[in-house]
Nanobody, 118 residues
Framework: QVQLVESGGGLVQPGGSLRLSCAAS????????MGWYRQAPGKQREWVAG???????NYEDSVKGRFTISRHSAKNTVYLQMNSLKPEDTAVYYC????????????WGQGTQVTVSS
């Protein structure tokens, strides 16, 4: 398993931008599929975006065109660039590392708070 540490959250006004980072320990980071999830107060955790080891990405419909996931293998880091933020994007954002077919290898970060408010 890898250990994950998120950073970059904060308070931003509607329409603003933030970039979240997720730093992973271990040299095998490159073989993991990485994902960003979020959990708003009173709601279940939901998937936001994912990126494969090869760099293919996909997004939940509500963030398409606004959020971009990327990974830097040399830095063992995955990013979530969030633009045109809306109040409904307010949540704790979590990073997840997973190996398809091996749920025993799943790892989660501790989360970082994103608050979109004027």
């Amino acid at each position: 398993q890898v250990q994950l540490v998120e950073s970059g959250g904060g308070l931003v006004q509607p329409g603003g931008s933030l970039r979240l980072s997720c730093a992973a320990s271990g040299s095998i980071f490159r073989i993991y599929t990485m994902g960003w999830y979020r959990q708003a107060p009173g709601k279940q955790r939901e998937w936001v975006a994912g990126i494969t080891p090869g760099g293919s990405s996909n997004y939940e419909d509500s963030v398409k065109g606004r959020f971009t996931i990327s990974r830097h293998s040399a830095k063992n880091t995955v990013y979530l660039q969030m633009n045109s933020l809306k109040p409904e994007d307010t949540a704790v954002y979590y990073c997840k590392a997973q190996l398809p077919g091996r749920p025993d290898f799943d790892s989660w970060g501790q989360g970082t708070q994103v608050t979109v408010s004027s």
